[in-house]
C-alpha cells in the first residue's frame, strides 16, 4: 500500500482593501504539497498555488449574484477606435476621460463585480488624480488585468491566429499584483471558417492553461477565454461542435497543468449561429445549445461563466444572459461585455464633458439590465432602438 504524507500550509492570506495598493509588503503561505510515493507504481506531485485561499475567494467574489464584469481592457489602439467614432482624436488624455467616466458612474458596483483593465488603465489615475484601482475597490468592484500580447499567425495553421504573451508573464503578473489586480484576461480565438484545424486548438488550450497556472501562481484569478468568432454561415449546431471540441481541449490541459478550478473564472462564447447564417436562434434556443455545452463540458466546481458578447447587440445579449438563467445553474452565470455595455455610454457622451452624467446614466441601464438578466429577472421592456442595434464587426479583435 502507497504510504502518503501531507503538509498543510497556514491559510493563504486574504487581503483586504488596505492592502491593494502598490508598494507594500505581501505575506504569502508556503507552498501545499501532497505526495504519493513508497510503493506507488508512479509517483504523483499536486502543488496548489500558495494564494489557494485568495484566488478562491476572490472569484466567488467576482461571481457574485446580479453582478458581472465590465470589459474595459481595449488596447490603446482597440480604444483609439471607439474614440475616433465619436470624432475624438486617440491621446492618452482622451482615453484617461473615457475611462474615469465608466469607473466614476454612482452606484456601478451594485452591478458590476469586476472590471479588466488594460495596462495603462491599471496604472493610471482618473482625471480627478484619484487612482483608478482605488476608485474600483471604494466601489466593491475587483480590478483585474488583460496580460495575453494579442493575437499572431499561426505558422502552419489554416490561415489562423495564436495568442502571445507567455515571456515574462510571472514577473508581470506579480507586478500586478502588487499595483492591485486580483484577476487577469487571456483571450485566445478559434475561427470555425477557417477549419478551425487541430493544431490551433490544442495551441489556443495550451496557451489557455499555461497562462492559467502561472496567473494562479502569483495571486491573480485567470479568466479562461477561448473565444470562437462569430464569423461564418454555420449554423448553431456547427458551433455547438466546434466549441465542444475546444472546451475539451481547454479542461484537458488546464488539468495537465494542475489549475485549481475553483480559482478560474470562463468567459466562453455564447452558441450562436454564424453570423451571416440566414437561421436565426431565439434566446431559448440560443440558451439551450449554450447550457448544453456548459453541462458536457464545465465542472461545477468552476465558480463563474462570465460569457461574452461576442458582437452581439446590447439587448441581444442581455436576452439570451437572460434566457440562460431561467433555471438553476451549477455556476454563476453571468456576463463579461464590453461594447454590450459601453456602445450607448459611448455615444451618449460623445467627448462633450456636459454628457458625462446622461453617458454614466446609459452605462448604469445596461448594468442593470444585465444584472436583472443575471437573476432572470429581465423583460426588456423601455429599451431604446440604439441598443437594439446590431453590431457584429467580422474578426474584431482587442
Given at each position: ?102 469607473v466614476s458612474a454612482p452606484g456601478l458596483g451594485n452591478y458590476i463585480s ?201 439587448v441581444e445579449a442581455t436576452l439570451n ?78
Amino acid at each position: 500500500m502507497a504510504s502518503a504524507s501531507l503538509f498543510k500550509p497556514s491559510p493563504a492570506t486574504v487581503l483586504d482593501k488596505s492592502n491593494w495598493v502598490k508598494g507594500q509588503t505581501l505575506r504569502q503561505a508556503p507552498v501545499s504539497v501532497v505526495r504519493f510515493s513508497a510503493g506507488a507504481p508512479s509517483t504523483l506531485t499536486v502543488r496548489a498555488s500558495s494564494y489557494a485561499d485568495e484566488l478562491v475567494k476572490t472569484a466567488k467574489t467576482v461571481a457574485s449574484p446580479g453582478r458581472g464584469i465590465l470589459a474595459m481592457d481595449e488596447s490603446n489602439a482597440t480604444c483609439g477606435k471607439r474614440l475616433a467614432s465619436i470624432g475624438l482624436e486617440n491621446t492618452e488624455a482622451n482615453r484617461q476621460a473615457y475611462r474615469t467616466l465608466l469607473v466614476s458612474a454612482p452606484g456601478l458596483g451594485n452591478y458590476i463585480s469586476g472590471a479588466i483593465l488594460f495596462e495603462e488603465t491599471l496604472y493610471q489615475s482618473t482625471v480627478d488624480g484619484k487612482k483608478i484601482v482605488d476608485l474600483l475597490v471604494e466601489q466593491g468592484i475587483v480590478p483585474g488585468i488583460k496580460v495575453d500580447k494579442g493575437l499572431v499567425p499561426l505558422a502552419g495553421s489554416n490561415d489562423e491566429s495564436w495568442c502571445q504573451g507567455l515571456d515574462g508573464l510571472a514577473s508581470r503578473s506579480a507586478a500586478y499584483y502588487q499595483q492591485g489586480a486580483r484577476f487577469a484576461k487571456w483571450r485566445t480565438v478559434v475561427s470555425i471558417p477557417n477549419g478551425p484545424s487541430a493544431l490551433a486548438v490544442k495551441e489556443a488550450a495550451w496557451g489557455l492553461a499555461r497562462y492559467a497556472a502561472i496567473s494562479q501562481d502569483n495571486g491573480l484569478v485567470p479568466i479562461v477565454e477561448p473565444e470562437i468568432l462569430l464569423d461564418g454561415e454555420h449554423g448553431i449546431d456547427k458551433t455547438f461542435e466546434v466549441a465542444q471540441k475546444v472546451w475539451a481541449e481547454v479542461f484537458f490541459y488546464l488539468a495537465e497543468n494542475n489549475v485549481l478550478f475553483e480559482g478560474i473564472l470562463l468567459k466562453p462564447s455564447m452558441v450562436t449561429p454564424g453570423a451571416d447564417c440566414k437561421e436565426r436562434a431565439t434566446p431559448e434556443e440560443v440558451a439551450s445549445y449554450t447550457l448544453s455545452l456548459l453541462q458536457r463540458r464545465i465542472p461545477p466546481a468552476v465558480p463563474g461563466i462570465m460569457f461574452l458578447s461576442g458582437g452581439q447587440s446590447e439587448v441581444e445579449a442581455t436576452l439570451n444572459l437572460n434566457a440562460m438563467n431561467q433555471s438553476p445553474n451549477p455556476w454563476h452565470v453571468s456576463f463579461s461585455y464590453a461594447r454590450a455595455l459601453q456602445n450607448t455610454c459611448l455615444k451618449t457622451w460623445g467627448g462633450r464633458p456636459e454628457n458625462v452624467k446622461a453617458a454614466q446614466e446609459a452605462l448604469l441601464l445596461r448594468a442593470s439590465a444585465n444584472s436583472l438578466a443575471q437573476l432572470g429577472k429581465y423583460t426588456g421592456e423601455g429599451e431604446s432602438e440604439e441598443a437594439k442595434k446590431g453590431m457584429f464587426v467580422k474578426g474584431y479583435v482587442y
